[in-house]
Structures are given as structure tokens and as C-alpha cells.
T-cell receptor, first 115, second 112 residues
Framework: AQKITQTQPGMFVQEKEAVTLDCTYD???????LFWYKQPSSGEMIFLIY??????QNATEGRYSLNFQKARKSANLVISASQLGDSAMYFC????????????FGSGTRLLVRP | DVKVTQSSRYLVKRTGEKVFLECVQD?????MFWYRQDPGLGLRLIYF???????EKGDIPEGYSVSREKKERFSLILESASTNQTSMYLC???????????FGQGTRLTVV
């Protein structure tokens, strides 16, 4: 069975500093995808970054990078140079990459950026 | 722009009522999902569908059913609404080729 675990319910970071949001996962599928989504107070779900299980390099998208450690089954999100607008809920997610595409999410981490 | 549209933003229903939540996507996506979001629990998968008329249970299917008669529409049905089904419901869709799921705006359902 698939499982996503986010152990940090809430975090603070000072503006302009970097922050790491933790995510561990469990799956027996050989092929899977890992995602991070942001949900601001407005409620919309914003896709941030994707990592495939066979990707050799860690994914990066602007200030976001995904620290993928396959052996440890972790997929931490690193946000560099935090901005006030980064304050939001962050969800880690995982999908099976076969014909029955199942996408599950973790419980989320609320990030607050301090000025 | 990809669009996933949920039929209602807010809904108030009485205990025991049959409730239909509708979701429509306009990008010809194969996969569609229904989640409920509760504080501290994140998004929990109720049901998903990877093709027309194909559906699979997610992690919390009890009390819910779904219907996907057309590719663009995925309906969530609460057969007999109960107060513990008060929640935010999110619909999403994705293509098998894409790596991103697109979400609707959510339906906040209150069962009284």
C-alpha cells in the first residue's frame, strides 16, 4: 500500500532564508511519481514540482528543489530565499505510474514566513 | 487553460439526504479523483477513476459512491448524508502523459 508522511504540522522561517519541508513515502510500486503542491489561504491547489522515481537528478523549479533520496524514501521540498507569499499549506503527494493511476497526499505542513 | 469545475462552492444538506457533487474537466483527461480535506488530515482519497466507467476505491470510500459515464464528468454521491461527512471536497484530473493534477475550486459541504 502507498503512504505519504509529513511529520511537521507547522513551521516558521525568516524571510529570505531557506527552509526544508519533510516528506517520506512508502510504496512497493517500482515506478512512481512524487509531487509537491502549495495551498494558500485562498484554497486553490498550486502544483510546484515533480520527481519521477527513475529520474537521476533532483528536480528544480525556480526557488523550489526536491531533495530525492530513494533509498531513504524521502522527497523533501527545499524553498530557497523564502518570501512572505510562501506562507501556505504544503502537501507532498505520490502517484502510481501504471494504468491505474492513484494519487495520494500527505497531511500537509503549514509554513509561516516571518518578515 | 485547463479547467476543472465543481458544480457548487458551498452546499448545505440535511442528514439522510442523497447528495450529488459534480465535477467536469475540459482537457480530455483520463484520470479523475475525489478527495476530502479536513484540518490536520490533509487530502484523503475517496475514489478515483482512470477511464470511463472505471473506478477504484481510495482510502476512505465508506459512505460514498461515484459515477463516470462520460470522460469529462466524475460525480461523487453521498447516498445518505451524515454530519461526519461535513468537509471540503476537492475534485482533480490528470492525463496519463502529464505529471501534474489539476484541481477544482472545492465544495464546502455542511450536513446538518
Amino acid at each position: 500500500a502507498q503512504k505519504i508522511t509529513q511529520t511537521q504540522p507547522g513551521m516558521f522561517v525568516q524571510e529570505k532564508e531557506a527552509v526544508t519541508l519533510d516528506c517520506t513515502y512508502d510504496t512497493s510500486d517500482p515506478s512512481y511519481g512524487l509531487f509537491w503542491y502549495k495551498q494558500p489561504s485562498s484554497g486553490e491547489m498550486i502544483f510546484l514540482i515533480y520527481q519521477g522515481s527513475y529520474d537521476q537528478q533532483n528536480a528544480t523549479e525556480g526557488r523550489y528543489s526536491l531533495n530525492f533520496q530513494k533509498a531513504r524514501k524521502s522527497a523533501n521540498l527545499v524553498i530557497s530565499a523564502s518570501q512572505l507569499g510562501d506562507s501556505a499549506m504544503y502537501f507532498c503527494a505520490m502517484s502510481r505510474m501504471d494504468s491505474s493511476y492513484k494519487l495520494i497526499f500527505g497531511s500537509g505542513t503549514r509554513l509561516l514566513v516571518r518578515p | 487553460d485547463v479547467k476543472v469545475t465543481q458544480s457548487s462552492r458551498y452546499l448545505v444538506k440535511r442528514t439522510g439526504e442523497k447528495v450529488f457533487l459534480e465535477c467536469v474537466q475540459d482537457m480530455d483527461h483520463e484520470n479523475m479523483f475525489w478527495y476530502r480535506q479536513d484540518p490536520g488530515l490533509g487530502l484523503r482519497l475517496i475514489y478515483f477513476s482512470y477511464d470511463v466507467k472505471m473506478k477504484e476505491k481510495g482510502d476512505i470510500p465508506e459512505g460514498y459512491s461515484v459515477s463516470r459515464e462520460k470522460k469529462e464528468r466524475f460525480s461523487l454521491i453521498l447516498e445518505s448524508a451524515s454530519t461526519n461527512q461535513t468537509s471540503m471536497y476537492l475534485c482533480a484530473s490528470s492525463s496519463r502523459k502529464d505529471t501534474e493534477a489539476f484541481f477544482g475550486q472545492g465544495t464546502r459541504l455542511t450536513v446538518v
